[in-house]
């Protein structure tokens, strides 16, 4: 009971932020993709272009209240929940109650915490749960992961929850148990939750789908992972087999491939008129995308590179733009036909959250960078292995497989993909610092001060 009251506790500040810059943003900030999914929602046709599981959480927050703002409300106020419960845990590792009190003021009042937990994307509840499972982690690491059943069972729980909504999440998930396997207490139920995720996988990809009547996502727009190395390959004109440039050119011409930036493949697959959808044979794109890439390892190399820069590149270039929320819901014609347009409660505050957003967000240096809070945050990670417990390293691992799993599936660089690694990663600096905070106000070492006799 006392950790709901403290998880409750160190949540209502967050609540209480988020709710102002939601009013702010009324009904909810909204993009061509909240658009695509609440059209689903309202329509029950749906395709697992966004996991169909999440269009049905939505759907039942829906059911309580038919508005896009109670949604967005439901999912902020379980995320706070979730940062209270990771608090309440870092407590009973004996950091002050002080540290924890000022981070679930400042923790919210991140610019990129706030801005897309107040969107309606699948990527806010994600994080909830990969926040909750490394709060649970952290639990277990508190214990040597020799843990009742109760605690098994809800890592099992946000496991499932990362499966059922993105589309990497099964990695992530998947991933977090079977290297817990690595931990002799740990194997047994980690191994068996590891084989969980994958069936929970296997099953909302099959069953779930085929019991609604719902198209999975079609095979052309999975190979939109492999278009960015088609285009890296064209852009260097390398040689081209007859084979490789009948599979390239069926899809668009040479200028458009050149255009493509390396870092973002999006517009070109969904607004350039030259691309013809019906002539990518995914087999042949996927096939001629991984032959180029080992003829050419170098280029390939470098298109990573160019790729997954959210995650390694901690400084910003000039005028440089990190595609993150879009600050209203986008006016098009299916924002149009839904009836769904920006009511500000607070005009004010949503006309200086814009202008503070372009003045300081955007290419005017590192904090706007997702890694540097992961560089930071795996730093921290390693700090806590050292002065505190060993068996920390587990703190990382959601965090970390979020990202290694964006690797390959990456198709632009969007702030929200990586955004719940950043949270994670903040959460755990939290951490660190509080560490080395008590080491230094007490003469006892970080393991003496973190062992609490009880956990009621």
Known sequence: ??????????????????????????????????????????????????????????????????????????????FALATGYFLTELRRWGVALSILMAAAVLFPLFPPNFLTVTTLWKDVPFATA???????????????????????????????????????????????????????????????????????????????????????????????????????????????????????????????????????VVPFYFDDPRVSHASIEPNKVFSTAGSLAIQHPIIAWQQELCMTELFWRPWARSHEQVADTPLEITQNAL???????????????????????????????PFNRPALYLLVGLISTVRLMIVADRLLWVAWLPAGLNCASLVLLIQSQEYRFVWPSVAASLLIIIFAAGIEASRRQSTATPHDARVIASDT
């Open 1 to 78: 009971m006392r950790t709901i009251t403290s998880s409750i506790a160190f949540a209502i500040p967050s609540v209480l932020i988020y709710l102002v810059v939601h009013l702010a943003f009324w009904p909810a900030q909204m993009s061509p993709d909240s658009l695509d999914q609440w059209q689903q929602l309202l329509t029950w046709d749906f395709d697992d272009t966004h996991p169909v599981s999440g269009t049905l959480l939505n759907w039942m927050f829906y059911r309580i209240v038919p508005s896009p703002a109670f949604v967005v409300f439901a999912h902020y106020a379980l």
């Open 130 to 264: 990969l926040i909750a499972l490394t709060a649970l982690c952290i639990r277990g690491a508190r214990f040597s992961f020799i843990l009742p059943v109760s605690v098994w069972v809800a890592m099992g729980a946000a496991g499932i929850a990362l499966v059922l909504l993105r589309h990497n999440g099964v990695i992530v998930a998947a991933g977090v148990f079977l290297i817990l396997c690595a931990v002799r207490p740990a194997r047994a139920p980690a191994a068996t939750l590891a084989a969980i995720q994958i069936v929970a996988f296997v099953l909302s990809k099959t069953l779930l789908l085929t019991g609604l009547s719902a198209a999975p996502q079609s095979a052309q727009l999975r190979s939109i992972i492999a278009l960015p190395m088609l285009a890296a390959m064209v852009r260097s004109d390398v040689h081209l087999s007859p084979q490789q440039e009948q599979t390239i050119l069926a899809i668009a011409p040479v200028e458009a491939w050149k255009s493509i930036p390396c870092g973002n």
């Open 335 to 365: 924002a149009a036909q839904l009836k769904l347009i920006t009511q500000s409660k607070i005009p004010g505050l949503a006309n200086w959250l814009r202008w503070f957003h372009g003045r300081y967000f955007n290419g005017k240096g």
